[in-house]
Structure formats: structure tokens, C-alpha cells
């Protein structure tokens, strides 16, 4: 399995931004997309998930500002960022889970301005 993440950039705070990850390679019908951040200096969190059935889950520091959603026909997942804050700022990894195994994108960087 390959990740693809794309979307990172720089934006003030208050801005929006849209990650995307591409999945490619031999996938399962049964998995979980999601996307996980790591600030300097911090661990990685999770950010959000979506599984194969649609069923979402969100970081409660996100909640309300940030949706993942995906495009089964383009392996695609999206993380759609609005009301960004400067807490934000973190390298973000696309994530695939299937058949207990994790396979992580290159990390694609979101730097959020004051």
C-alpha cells in the first residue's frame, strides 16, 4: 500500500486548508482511512478517521472545524480544515489501516500563522 498526501501550506490563522491522500497498491475492502499530526517536539495524535462503512471519528480538539470524507472510486481521502488556529501547525500523515497493519503517507506540512 502507497500514500500519497498533498494539500499542506501555509495559511493564517482563521484560513482553511484541504489534504488529500491517495491510496494505491493492493487495498482491502474492509479499512479505515485517517489522518494524525505531530507538532514539534509532540507525539502524534490522531486527527480524524473514516472507515470503509462511512463511520467517522474526530479528534475533540477538531471537532466542528475539520471533516474527512473520502472518494471510494479515487482511493482518495480528504481532510477539509477551516477555522484553523496556529495549534494546528503540525506535519500531517495520511494513515491506511487494514488487517491490523498500518501504512503511513510522507507527512505533508501545515503551518498556521497568528
Known sequence: VQLQASGGGLVQA??????????????????SLGWY??????????VATITSGSSTTYADSVKG?????????????????????????????CNYRALAKNYWGQGTLVTVSS
Open 65 to 93: 472545524r475539520f471533516t474527512i470524507s473520502k472518494d471510494n472510486a479515487k482511493n482518495t481521502v480528504y481532510l477539509q480544515m477551516n477555522s484553523l488556529k496556529p495549534e494546528d501547525t503540525a506535519v500531517y500523515y
Open 37 to 46: 499530526r505531530q507538532a514539534p517536539g509532540k507525539q502524534r495524535e490522531l
Open 14 to 31: 482563521e484560513g482553511s486548508l484541504r489534504l488529500s491522500c491517495a491510496a494505491s497498491g493492493r487495498l482491502f475492502s474492509i479499512n
